[in-house]
């Protein structure tokens, strides 16, 4: 794994300090790897002539169709659209984008990104990566020019400034005057009423049992007369707070486990500042994650644990998990993996940020800030929807005068917390980057640790629509363990896929059992042996904690209470 430029030359600090101000500009983008996209695009297309015929004919085609559908359309006949939009794009709602001029716009912004779809795909030679970031940048581009976002070119605009009388401009203007004056002083976002944390959200009753540097515990209060003899611990992501599943008591996941009558305890993490800055990925696994387990087995001595992790919890307690096995320690009843990635070679489109230049880039960012700021994650993020979470928000809050709705994952979502610069860097470099856990390369206290040597059952989650961890690449756990395994497939994204309550209306799911040694299915072949079931996954995952518990018992004892919670860590901005 190659590591940071920290060689003590007379000049280094000088350049990394240059670099990082170049990665404030550009938001962490690399303009070396971006440039090197596009050179590594144009030079094998320009060997390519038959390929630049292709498109050339592609090119004829589309305007071919364009100038048919607008004379048409123009005449006032009836005319099919002849480019359709992405399924997940919900740009072009409006029924006024049926009926001339405006179809003719909306079909040659369609028509556009089409051509540049194909331009950049498929080019012998070209590294795959290249081609996808290339078009990437692309998309941001027509994004920025799509005709939904301006006044004179969208019906819907239009149509709602008429209803209006001009007023949504008057409205959007103030919008945006607050929000660039709170974003010029990096002021927080004003928390919603009704979604207070610790009040309406991130609500359920429980005690901070155990603090340090690095996490608060939570162990929740029973609610049931008698509960699951082996407790549950959940370990969440640290790129958000772990309050996602914890959200309004009807949907949290949380409450609804200590519901069930299980003993529940969280880890709540600390949103790390400058002085966190030598945190590494292992400090998480040590005094995180075994830490929290420590403290679980004292409060309930002689019962094993069911650990659940989320995200990046997941990815951290599969590696604790990995080195307990191979050191003998036999405290897990199971693991639960929710939208989390062990094998990262097929990780999404978060990889088109994810090259040498690009981590190097970064980590001379943090290198200055010691983190990786809240704001420059976020927008990463939503880069990769900007038609949906940039451009679109932005019509309607500027153009239209429509706040956006309160919600409780829209108040845990603006919560940001930040990435201490020596644990992201080896977690990008050696998960991401050289994808070390499932390629027998990933060491703990220097002997490589395995996933095949987990003995404990495993339920994995992942979720349709995600655009983090793609649930191809979350179903992967299975071909890197040997335990018996219940894969399930839920309707969502990465957070509303996991937050799928009981009565949440339109859900449904897929699941499926692997006997321990048996054979290895892919995961096209799964989906189609496998039916939707309506409903939320959750009773399905209760069932199995209950199956793999050893019955019921009184309520333990509640550690000694540090603060209710959800404790301190979880306000820190």
């Known amino acids: 794994?190659?590591?940071?430029?920290?060689?003590?030359?007379?000049?280094?600090?000088?350049?990394?300090?240059?670099?990082?101000?170049?990665?404030?500009?550009?938001?962490?983008?690399?303009?070396?790897?971006?440039?090197?996209?596009?050179?590594?695009?144009?030079?094998?297309?320009?060997?390519?002539?038959?390929?630049?015929?292709?498109?050339?004919?592609?090119?004829?085609?589309?305007?071919?169709?364009?100038?048919?559908?607008?004379?048409?359309?123009?005449?006032?006949?009836a005319a099919?659209?002849?480019?359709?939009?992405?399924?997940?794009?919900?740009?072009?709602?409006?029924?006024?984008?049926?009926?001339?001029?405006?179809?003719?716009?909306?079909?040659?912004?369609?028509?556009?990104?089409?051509?540049?779809?194909?331009?950049?795909?498929?080019?012998?030679?070209?590294?795959?990566?290249?081609?996808?970031?290339?078009?990437?940048?692309?998309?941001?581009?027509?994004?920025?020019?799509?005709?939904?976002?301006?006044?004179?070119?969208?019906?819907e605009i239009l149509d709602h400034s008429r209803r209006q009388a001009g007023a949504n401009f008057v409205k959007g203007a103030r919008t945006l005057l607050s929000d660039s004056l709170s974003l010029a002083d990096e002021d927080p976002p004003a928390t919603p009423a009704g979604h207070v944390v610790g009040t309406d959200i991130a609500c359920t009753p429980g005690e901070i049992v155990f603090r340090n540097?690095?996490?608060?515990?939570?162990?929740?209060?029973?609610?049931?007369e008698d509960v699951h003899a082996e407790?549950?611990?959940?370990?969440?992501?640290?790129?958000?707070?772990?309050?996602?599943?914890?959200?309004?008591?009807?949907?949290s996941l949380i409450n609804w486990l200590v519901g069930q009558g299980h003993t529940v305890f969280a880890m709540s993490w600390v949103n790390p500042t400058a002085q966190h800055a030598d945190l590494g990925l292992d400090d998480y696994r040590t005094d995180g994650v075994m830490a929290a387990l420590?403290?679980?087995?004292?409060?309930?001595?002689?019962?094993?644990?069911?650990?659940?992790?989320?995200?990046?919890?997941?990815?951290?307690?599969?590696?604790?998990?990995?080195?307990?096995?191979?050191?003998?320690?036999?405290?897990?009843?199971?693991?639960?993996?929710?939208?989390?990635?062990?094998?990262?070679?097929?990780?999404?489109?978060?990889?088109?940020?994810?090259?040498?230049?690009q981590i190097a880039f970064l980590e001379d960012m943090m290198w200055d800030q010691g983190y990786l700021d809240a704001r420059q994650m976020v927008g990463a993020f939503q880069a990769l929807r900007s038609e949906d979470l940039v451009w679109s928000r932005a019509v309607r809050r500027y153009l239209l005068g429509i706040e956006d709705m309160a919600t409780d994952?829209?108040?845990?979502?603006?919560?940001?917390?930040?990435?201490p610069a020596r644990m992201h860097s080896e977690y990008l470099r050696g998960l991401f980057l050289e994808n070390r856990l499932t390629s027998g390369r990933f060491a703990v206290d220097g002997q490589v640790i395995a996933l095949k040597d987990l003995r404990c059952p495993i339920f994995v989650v992942g979720t349709e629509t995600d655009h983090i961890a793609p649930w191809r690449s979350v179903y992967k756990t299975k071909l890197f363990t040997e335990t018996d395994l219940r894969f399930t497939l839920v309707k969502g994204g990465h957070n509303g896929g996991i937050v799928s309550e009981p009565g949440h209306p339109r859900r449904h799911y897929r699941t499926g059992h692997r006997a321990p040694g048996a054979p290895y299915m892919d995961p096209d072949s799964w989906l189609a042996q496998h039916e939707?079931?309506?409903?939320s996954w959750w009773p399905e995952w209760g069932a199995?904690?209950?199956?793999?518990?050893?019955?019921?018992?009184?309520?333990?004892?509640?550690?000694?209470?540090?603060?209710?919670?959800?404790?301190?860590?979880?306000?820190?901005?």
Not at 87 to 96: E, T
Not at 231 to 251: E, T
Not at 412 to 419: E, G, I, L, Q, Y
């Open 294 to 357: 420590g403290q679980v087995t004292a409060i309930q001595p002689d019962r094993k644990i069911h650990a659940c992790g989320y995200c990046l919890g997941g990815t951290i307690l599969s590696i604790a998990a990995a080195t307990m096995a191979r050191d003998g320690d036999d405290r897990l009843a199971s693991m639960t993996l929710l939208a989390a990635q062990t094998d990262f070679t097929e990780a999404g489109e978060l990889l088109l940020f994810l090259d040498e230049s």
């Open 231 to 251: 407790p549950v611990l959940i370990v969440p992501a640290w790129i958000m707070k772990y309050y996602i599943l914890d959200l309004s008591p009807h949907n």
């Open 1 to 77: 794994m190659t590591a940071p430029d920290d060689t003590p030359r007379p000049n280094n600090s000088l350049d990394r300090a240059l670099r990082a101000t170049t990665a404030r500009a550009t938001g962490g983008l690399s303009p070396h790897a971006t440039t090197m996209a596009f050179a590594d695009w144009m030079m094998h297309l320009a060997r390519a002539p038959g390929r630049q015929g292709e498109l050339l004919q592609d090119a004829l085609r589309s305007g071919a169709k364009l100038w048919s559908h607008a004379a048409r359309s123009a005449l006032g006949e």
């Open 80 to 155: 099919d659209p002849p480019f359709a939009p992405k399924a997940q794009d919900h740009r072009f709602h409006h029924p006024g984008w049926a009926f001339y001029p405006w179809s003719i716009w909306q079909q040659g912004f369609l028509a556009t990104a089409d051509w540049w779809d194909k331009a950049v795909s498929d080019l012998p030679g070209m590294r795959p990566q290249n081609g996808d970031r290339v078009g990437f940048m692309i998309r941001q581009s027509l994004d920025a020019f799509s005709p939904s976002n301006y006044p004179a070119t969208s019906p």
């Open 409 to 419: 994952m829209g108040a845990w979502n603006a919560d940001a917390t930040r990435m």
């Open 544 to 573: 199995w904690l209950a199956a793999h518990s050893t019955g019921r018992a009184a309520p333990p004892q509640m550690g000694a209470s540090l603060d209710p919670a959800p404790g301190r860590y979880v306000f820190a901005r």
């Open 532 to 535: 939707n079931k309506d409903g």
């Open 213 to 224: 540097d690095l996490f608060e515990l939570i162990q929740y209060a029973p609610q049931t």
